[in-house]
């Protein structure tokens, strides 16, 4: 099976808007989850959306999946600086409850 | 936050060494998962046990690397010789249920370099 991927390597956004990261898989999956991860930190959990779902929510973020078209996004709105992360979506076409990540997308809505 | 430790942060070895890397799931958690991130931010699957029994793991592990979780003590993950491709993050997470709608939560990992 071919991993999930994320579009682009990374994004700029300036502090405030909304930005919004896509996933593209290739085999047929039960959920997709969206993870983040901080410079330093192990990855975390944002939102897992089931195959049987369109849209999920979680405060700032929104999921969507399309089974169709093998695709996802996530969206954050009024972004932060801690919002600063490479954000992945991960399926479970692996190994039974292993993960399969993407290449992630860091975005940057805090430019040094 | 993480409430899974992972030690040592840092582990620096010579080319055939063997590197030990420990574990300590979240409290609860009988799941435990050990994934390999390269510089290229590229997860690999290495090994997964519930309780203290391997479910799956992939080739190279089984060649190549040793782990166990026992009962009352840290899991671990132990490379028998290093290689110069094995440097990587290395990231511990842990489940409080098998399955595919499972969040798996991650410890900080441990950056092992081979030199």
């Known amino acids: 099976s071919q991993l999930a991927e994320e579009n682009l390597w990374a994004l700029s956004v300036h502090e405030g808007e909304s930005v919004t990261v896509n996933c593209s898989y290739k085999?047929?999956?039960?959920?997709l989850q969206w993870y983040r991860q901080k410079s330093g930190e192990g990855p975390a959990q944002l939102i897992l959306?089931?195959?049987?779902?369109r849209e999920k929510r979680n405060g700032r973020l929104r999921a969507t999946l399309d089974t169709s078209s093998q695709s996802s996004s996530l969206s954050i709105t009024a972004t932060r600086c801690e919002d600063t992360a490479v954000y992945f979506c991960?399926?479970?076409?692996?190994?039974?409850?292993?993960?399969?990540f993407g290449s992630g997308t860091k975005v940057i809505p805090c430019l040094p | 936050n993480s409430k899974v430790i992972q030690t040592p942060r840092y582990l620096v070895k010579g080319q055939g060494q063997k590197a030990k890397m420990r574990c300590i799931p979240e409290k609860g958690h009988p799941v435990v998962f050990w994934y390999q991130q390269n510089k290229n931010n590229e997860f690999k699957f290495l090994i997964n046990f519930q309780n203290q029994e391997v479910l799956q793991q992939i080739d190279m592990t089984e060649k190549r690397f040793s782990a166990e979780c026992p009962s009352n003590s840290p899991c671990s993950l132990e490379i028998q010789s290093s290689e110069a491709g094995d440097s990587a993050l290395y990231l511990c997470?842990?489940?409080?249920?098998?399955?595919?709608?499972?969040?798996?939560?991650f410890g900080p990992g441990t950056r092992l370099t081979v030199l």
């Open positions: 085999t047929s999956i039960t959920a």
């Open positions: 991960a399926t479970d076409e692996g190994f039974a409850s292993a993960l399969t």
């Open positions: 997470a842990s489940s409080p249920l098998w399955g595919n709608y499972a969040e798996q939560f």
């Open positions: 959306i089931r195959s049987n779902e």
